[in-house]
């Protein structure tokens, strides 16, 4: 394939993939704690890292690391202290991310506005060597986490007080969602962009919770997705050249459109194998009965 021909085609390909991955199964959890959006916040925040390692000419991605993660940290603080005023204030702390970001990258010698369109919305042919090694590093974080902590991670998602009363460290646990989320963020912004990774995390887990019924489905079935629209975008991009995190995002949008026409027909479908089977349960009781006593429970 011409495709796998040019270098910085293979890295492109190999940090979709890992993107692809990485993006959803930190997804999964913060849709599960309706908490769709925070990638998009912490997007915002990320920005301000990306300008200040243009002014100090440190690495953008770690810097970008390091901001994300201090943001998230803040997010969390604001969720468990704010109360009333915690949407104000969380409202101030992204859009100040992105102003920040804009002025440090206008401040910086390096820094231009072509500069921050890459970081903005990606730019995925663009990614170095330097860059792929730190998306290695950050990536296996990710998954360690993710994958690792799963059940941990689900029980407190899905139902706070019951994870609380299980013994599990709820807060120390949701501020590791929050890291986790950032540095996910930082991990996609090549490949889709800082105002785009929210929607990579999220639509793949919209688009399996249509045809999926449980955890373990739904995770790898946005997996799945995840790892389809990214090299498919990817690719896409190359041969029509157009913009790939655009790209990507709309496939995935695409697909979400698919799976949640599939949806109503699969639902039927399963009811019909259900009535046919006759799910039922017989309840016998205690012996010492005859069998004209047990009773039967219609499903």
């Given at each position: 394939m011409e495709i796998l021909n040019y270098a910085f085609m293979q890295r492109a390909l190999i940090a979709a993939l890992i993107v692809g991955i990485t993006a959803p199964a930190i997804g999964i959890y913060l849709v599960q704690r309706r908490q769709a959006l925070m990638g998009d916040g912490i997007g915002h925040i990320a920005l301000t890292g990306v300008g200040l390692g243009f002014l100090?000419?440190?690495?953008?991605?770690?810097?970008?690391?390091?901001?994300?993660?201090?943001?998230?940290?803040?997010?969390?603080?604001?969720?468990?202290?704010?109360?009333?005023?915690?949407?104000?204030?969380?409202?101030?702390?992204?859009?100040?991310?992105?102003?920040?970001?804009?002025?440090?990258?206008?401040?910086?010698?390096?820094?231009?506005?072509?500069?921050?369109?890459?970081?903005?919305?990606?730019?995925?042919?663009?990614?170095?060597?330097?860059?792929?090694?730190?998306?290695?590093?950050?990536?296996?974080?990710?998954?360690?986490?993710?994958?690792?902590?799963?059940?941990?991670?689900?029980?407190?998602?899905?139902?706070?007080?019951?994870?609380?009363?299980?013994?599990?460290?709820?807060?120390?646990?949701?501020?590791?969602?929050?890291?986790?989320?950032?540095?996910?963020?930082?991990?996609?912004?090549?490949?889709?962009?800082?105002?785009?990774?929210?929607?990579?995390?999220?639509?793949?887990?919209?688009?399996?919770?249509?045809?999926?019924?449980?955890?373990?489905?739904?995770?790898?079935?946005?997996?799945?997705?995840?790892?389809?629209?990214?090299?498919?975008g990817t690719a896409t991009s190359y041969y029509v050249d157009v913009p790939s995190g655009a790209t990507i995002v709309l496939f995935a949008i695409g697909l979400f459109v698919a799976f949640t026409a599939l949806a109503a027909p699969l639902a039927k479908r399963r009811a019909r194998i259900a009535a046919r089977q006759g799910q039922g349960c017989t309840l016998e009781v205690p012996g010492g009965r005859t069998a004209t006593d047990d009773v039967s429970v219609a499903g």
């Amino acid at each position: 394939m011409e495709i796998l021909n040019y270098a910085f085609m293979q890295r492109a390909l190999i940090a979709a993939l890992i993107v692809g991955i990485t993006a959803p199964a930190i997804g999964i959890y913060l849709v599960q704690r309706r908490q769709a959006l925070m990638g998009d916040g912490i997007g915002h925040i990320a920005l301000t890292g990306v300008g200040l390692g243009f002014l100090l000419n440190q690495s953008p991605v770690w810097a970008a690391t390091a901001v994300a993660i201090a943001g998230s940290v803040i997010m969390e603080l604001i969720r468990w202290y704010g109360k009333t005023r915690g949407d104000l204030a969380l409202a101030m702390l992204f859009y100040g991310g992105m102003a920040g970001g804009v002025m440090l990258m206008n401040l910086s010698d390096a820094g231009s506005n072509a500069n921050l369109g890459t970081y903005l919305f990606g730019s995925i042919t663009t990614v170095s060597p330097e860059d792929m090694t730190t998306i290695y590093v950050l990536a296996a974080l990710v998954l360690a986490i993710t994958i690792g902590l799963r059940r941990q991670l689900f029980a407190v998602c899905q139902d706070e007080g019951f994870a609380r009363v299980t013994g599990l460290p709820v807060r120390l646990l949701n501020l590791l969602v929050a890291v986790t989320a950032a540095v996910t963020v930082t991990v996609a912004m090549r490949v889709v962009g800082l105002l785009l990774v929210s929607a990579l995390m999220v639509i793949p887990v919209a688009a399996a919770q249509q045809i999926s019924r449980s955890f373990a489905a739904t995770f790898t079935v946005a997996v799945a997705i995840g790892i389809a629209v990214t090299l498919t975008g990817t690719a896409t991009s190359y041969y029509v050249d157009v913009p790939s995190g655009a790209t990507i995002v709309l496939f995935a949008i695409g697909l979400f459109v698919a799976f949640t026409a599939l949806a109503a027909p699969l639902a039927k479908r399963r009811a019909r194998i259900a009535a046919r089977q006759g799910q039922g349960c017989t309840l016998e009781v205690p012996g010492g009965r005859t069998a004209t006593d047990d009773v039967s429970v219609a499903g």
